[in-house]
């Protein structure tokens, strides 16, 4: 009797279903893990690697802002800022954006090390915002800077204009009735109240207030020329009037009237003394000069001989002039003790 053939149950086939089953959605499962991992690992390595570079243009731009803010600390002097604190605040801006210089070294990042990835990223970030905040607190301190020093130069450009106001309100007093032209003085009051107006204004700049400055200062030099030529003028005018109150003057003077004549001096041989108020002489050349003295007599003609007539009067001797000539037409005499008449 021949054996029959066994078919296996159906819980046996089913039993074997499950474990291959089973087997390869374990097999999947560890698949599945290993791919996420490295896709998981891959994506924070590339996030990490772009944030470096982003790290390394912080600092580029980083280096330049200091660059840029020693060059201002050093051009600027406290003189030329209104708040001198400002550039202390800038230098300690300057001192911290030093010390976050450069990218940190956060060692080899393995790229499948994805808690190494995720701590030298932290790191690079952190870095990099150090390195952004430097830059904002550096540009805000120079913007700080140049801010007192616009204020500082509006200030001057103010204080200026306010002088040049002063000196020409006085100007304007001190001028009236001292110029050529009056119509520089209206001019210059009109620049005065427009300078007024303009330092008045919270709002104006350096421009608006050099601007003022210059219009008042040319209206003050118009002014001043105007004076400076009346006073010239006056000063001619009053030159030729005294030159021509000394020319009437000398005119009303003129020459005294009367004449010389039926006089000779006598030959005394010695010195005139004490003789005065004596009828004017005239002189003839009809005389001859003999013995050193005068006579009343006629000579054969020729010149007076003012040699002989000192000789013989003993000294020295001068000729009549309009000194010693009274106006009623007599002539005064007199001597030295030398025999010198005069």
Same mark, same amino acid.
């Given at each position: 009797?021949?054996?029959?053939? @066994?078919?296996?149950?159906?819980?046996?086939?089913?039993?074997?279903?499950?474990?291959?089953?089973?087997?390869?959605?374990?097999?999947?499962?560890?698949?599945?893990?290993? %791919?996420?991992?490295? #896709? /998981?690992?891959?994506?924070?390595?590339?996030? #990490? /690697? +772009?944030?470096?570079?982003?790290a390394k243009e912080s600092d580029s731009k980083l280096v330049k802002k200091i660059a840029?803010?020693?060059?201002?600390?050093?051009?600027?002097?406290? *003189?030329?800022?209104?708040?001198?604190?400002?550039?202390? =605040?800038?230098?300690? *801006?300057?001192?911290?954006?030093?010390?976050?210089?450069?990218?940190?070294?956060?060692?080899?990042?393995?790229?499948?090390?994805?808690?190494?990835?995720?701590?030298?990223?932290?790191?690079?970030?952190?870095?990099?915002?150090?390195? $952004? $905040?430097?830059?904002?607190?550096?540009?805000?301190?120079?913007?700080?800077?140049?801010?007192?020093?616009?204020?500082?130069?509006?200030? $001057?450009?103010?204080?200026?204009?306010?002088?040049?106001?002063?000196?020409?309100?006085?100007?304007?007093?001190? +001028?009236?009735?001292?110029?050529?032209?009056?119509?520089?003085?209206?001019?210059l009051k009109t620049a005065i109240d427009n300078a007024k107006k303009t330092s008045g204004?919270?709002?104006?700049?350096?421009?608006?207030?050099?601007?003022?400055?210059?219009?008042? =200062?040319?209206?003050?030099?118009?002014?001043?020329?105007?004076?400076?030529?009346?006073?010239?003028?006056?000063?001619? @005018?009053?030159?030729?009037?005294?030159?021509?109150?000394?020319?009437?003057?000398?005119?009303?003077?003129?020459?005294? +009237?009367? %004449?010389?004549?039926? #006089?000779? #001096?006598p030959n005394v041989g010695g010195s005139y003394s004490g003789r005065t108020n004596q +009828?004017?002489?005239?002189?003839?050349?009809?005389?001859?000069? =003999?013995?050193? =003295?005068?006579?009343?007599?006629?000579?054969?003609? %020729?010149?007076?001989?003012?040699?002989?007539?000192?000789?013989?009067?003993?000294?020295?001797?001068?000729?009549?002039?309009?000194?010693?000539?009274?106006? $009623?037409?007599?002539?005064?005499?007199?001597?030295?003790?030398?025999?010198?008449?005069?």
């Open positions: 009797m021949a054996e029959e053939e @066994k078919t296996p149950d159906v819980s046996e086939k089913n039993g074997k279903k499950r474990t291959v089953i089973i087997a390869t959605v374990a097999a999947v499962v560890v698949f599945a893990g290993v %791919g996420g991992y490295a #896709y /998981a690992s891959n994506s924070a390595y590339d996030s #990490y /690697a +772009s944030r470096v570079e982003s840029e803010a020693q060059s201002l600390v050093k051009a600027t002097k406290e *003189s030329d800022v209104l708040d001198k604190t400002v550039l202390d =605040s800038l230098s300690k *801006s300057v001192k911290t954006g030093e010390t976050r210089k450069g990218i940190p070294d956060v060692g080899n990042v393995a790229k499948w090390n994805l808690w190494s990835i995720s701590k030298a990223k932290t790191i690079i970030s952190n870095d990099m915002t150090e390195a $952004d $905040d430097s830059i904002n607190a550096i540009g805000k301190a120079m913007r700080g800077v140049e801010a007192s020093k616009t204020a500082k130069q509006v200030k $001057d450009a103010k204080d200026t204009l306010d002088k040049t106001i002063t000196d020409a309100e006085n100007l304007y007093k001190d +001028s009236e009735g001292k110029v050529q032209d009056n119509k520089t003085r209206e001019s204004d919270k709002k104006a700049d350096v421009k608006s207030l050099t601007a003022a400055n210059d219009t008042l =200062s040319k209206a003050v030099k118009a002014v001043n020329d105007s004076k400076n030529a009346k006073a010239q003028a006056d000063a001619q @005018k009053q030159a030729q009037e005294q030159a021509q109150q000394a020319q009437a003057q000398a005119q009303s003077v003129g020459t005294p +009237s009367g %004449g010389y004549s039926g #006089y000779a #001096y +009828s004017a002489p005239s002189y003839s050349n009809t005389g001859s000069p =003999s013995g050193g =003295s005068t006579s009343s007599g006629t000579s054969n003609g %020729g010149t007076w001989d003012w040699k002989n007539a000192k000789d013989s009067m003993g000294g020295g001797f001068a000729p009549f002039t309009k000194n010693n000539i009274n106006p $009623d037409g007599s002539a005064t005499i007199g001597g030295d003790s030398h025999g010198n008449g005069w």
